[in-house]
């Protein structure tokens, strides 16, 4: 008999990430991608790069997570989609059964949720503001001319306490700019620039929150070791990076897929969803005054899906032909 296995999803704003673990919660294969913008074709390249691990095993389930989890879904068959904040408390807690505090830095958004007894009891997200996420990260980098994957060999190496104002992307880059022309050393810039994210973060997406020991932090950001020596400093507590920070959003996914005990999952494998035309359109709804944008879900000559609208009248749509839903191109 195949062994099994077991499929996470993770697709955010700004990366991808795909995860296939085993019958005893080993990560068989794992992927982290920029999508720069193309979704679905990173999906797709991801896929592959974790092929290996799918070969000659039965996919059992697969599930998404993300802001992209709705477009994943349809695009590979997904059997369970969950939210991000479910995702990262069921891999945390896989991890750390103990844990009470998630930390979560991603591309343009922040989280931190609090679990008491295994249990998630509270969670906050970032408002529209960059300047605790990842974003402010890449931005400051460009300000200074280096890679973004140079920003934690850098921090590391600071010998003075530099501060950057991190209540604004834009007036953080007007300070980089100063302490630059004011001859500090690079190192200690980014050292300022990594406090600064990190108080910005306790200030918007933590203020209010009883942050308590475990801590675990998760995302891309926390490969940074700069960033997790600025939340030790400003909490006063010790905090944990996993091993598989970047990709706990895919994990915890395929964790949830794995609870959802299905017999057999309907995902299909990485050479089909290579050679699919699957594609996202939009079109606005003419049913009523709120004239909402949706999108719709489309492969070969089918409506797969539709995701968007203020009503019901989308979201409970089911698949079909264009012709089964009376629709040209210009009503969508």
């Known amino acids: 008999m195949k062994e099994r296995c077991w499929v996470g999803i993770d697709v955010g704003s ?18 982290y991608r920029r999508t720069r913008g193309r979704i679905v074709k990173t999906v797709k390249d991801g896929l592959t790069e974790v092929g290996e691990a799918l070969r000659d095993r039965v996919v059992a389930g697969a599930a998404t997570t993300g802001s992209a989890r709705r477009l994943v879904a349809a695009l590979i068959h997904a059997d369970v989609v969950k939210n991000e904040i479910t995702a990262h408390a069921r891999a945390a807690l896989a991890l750390h059964p103990d844990v009470r505090t998630i930390l979560e830095v991603g591309g343009e958004d922040s989280k931190i949720v609090l679990l008491r007894d295994g249990v998630p009891v509270d969670f906050a997200m970032n408002t529209v503001c960059a300047a605790g996420t990842g974003a402010f990260l890449d931005q400051l980098a ?8 140079e920003l934690e060999r850098l921090a590391v190496a600071s010998t003075r306490d530099v501060a950057i ?4 992307t834009v007036f953080a880059e007007s300070d980089v700019i100063f302490k630059q022309q004011t001859g500090q050393r690079i190192e200690d ?19 209010g929150k009883a942050i308590e020991v475990p801590i675990l932090f998760l995302g891309g950001v926390a490969s940074n070791d700069g960033i997790r020596r600025a939340f ?5 507590m010790p905090v944990i990076v996993p091993e598989h920070h970047r990709v706990m959003g895919a994990v915890g996914a395929a964790l949830v897929a794995r609870d959802a005990a299905l017999r057999e999952s309907r995902m299909r494998r990485p050479e089909e969803v290579e050679e699919s035309d699957f594609r996202p359109e939009t079109f606005v709804c003419s049913g009523c005054a709120n004239a909402c944008e949706v999108v ?10 539709y995701l968007g609208g203020r009503c019901a009248r989308w979201a409970t749509a ?3 032909s264009r012709e089964a839903w009376g629709l040209t191109s210009s009503q969508g």
């Open 14 to 31: 700004i990366t991808c990430k795909v995860v296939v673990i085993d019958e005893a919660d080993r990560v068989l294969g794992a992927t």
């Open 165 to 168: 104002a991190g209540r604004c």
């Open 189 to 207: 810039i980014v050292a300022g620039v990594c406090r600064a994210l990190v108080r910005n973060y306790l200030n918007d997406v933590g203020k």
């Open 142 to 149: 460009g300000r200074l001319e280096v890679p973004v994957e």
């Open 296 to 305: 719709r879900f489309v492969e070969g000559g089918d409506i797969v899906g």
């Open 232 to 236: 030790v400093e400003t909490l006063g």
């Open 318 to 320: 089911t698949s079909g």
